[in-house]
T-cell receptor, first 108, second 117 residues
């Protein structure tokens, strides 16, 4: 079974709003990463947060990690139509697992 | 720098055949990983190669194999194809390996879409 489960499966927001996606995982990890995928193409790495970090920022992205709850969240602020994509969390530990993904649609 | 390239981009095979996919990493990157993406199973890690050695392996049958050459280019082979092998196969490269699968930032290629009839 997959390590990561993401919530929600799909999200639709207006341009300018914030988007929050959550990821839960099952086992201990070294780090957790977030990726973006446009229309079944290759993935683009967004951000990596290590197990000893609690929060990380990159531009309009904010990632939090709670290892006690085995969960992470990705916040995209001031969303743009170009942010429309599928977003995946991925956990690196003894194995490398991707989550099920959240499909984000940003309406202009 | 040129990104990760994968060839071919599209491939159609029939059950029982075998297939070889190719991946050229970003120049200077020595770690190459392979992933399978299907609508049912999502993204799954196949294996990682570093300095021509397989460093990590996912939970796939032995029909899936790979290798890496001295120039870091990698090939993935699937023998005795099954209908369920139809998928997008993604290759990713990273500068080094952390030892743990997916331990570093990875740069993905556009993928090879394999259809098994």
């Amino acid at each position: 079974s997959q390590q990561g489960e993401e919530d929600p499966q799909a999200l639709s927001i207006q341009e300018g709003e914030n988007a929050t996606m959550n990821c839960s995982y099952k086992t201990s990890i070294n780090n957790l990463q977030w990726y973006r995928q446009n229309s079944g193409r290759g993935l683009v790495h967004l951000i990596l947060i290590r197990s000893n970090e609690r929060e990380k920022h990159s531009g309009r992205l904010r990632v939090t990690l709670d290892t006690s709850k085995k969960s992470s969240s990705l916040l995209i602020t001031a969303s743009r139509a170009a942010d429309t994509a599928s977003y995946f969390c991925a956990t690196s530990g003894n194995q490398f697992y991707f989550g099920t993904g959240t499909s984000l649609t940003v309406i202009p | 720098k040129a990104g990760v390239t994968q060839t071919p981009r599209y491939l159609i095979k029939t059950r029982g055949q075998q297939v070889t996919l190719s991946c050229s990493p970003i120049s200077g990157h020595r770690s190459v990983s392979w992933y399978q993406q299907t609508p049912g199973q999502g993204l799954q890690f196949l294996f990682e190669y570093f300095s021509e050695t397989q460093r990590n392996k996912g939970n796939f049958p032995g029909r899936f194999s790979g290798r890496q050459f001295s120039n870091s280019r990698s090939e993935m082979n699937v023998s005795t194809l099954e209908l369920g092998d139809s998928a997008l196969y993604l290759c990713a490269s990273s500068l080094v390996t952390s030892g743990a699968p997916g331990g570093n930032e990875q740069f993905f290629g556009p993928g090879t879409r394999l259809t098994v009839l």
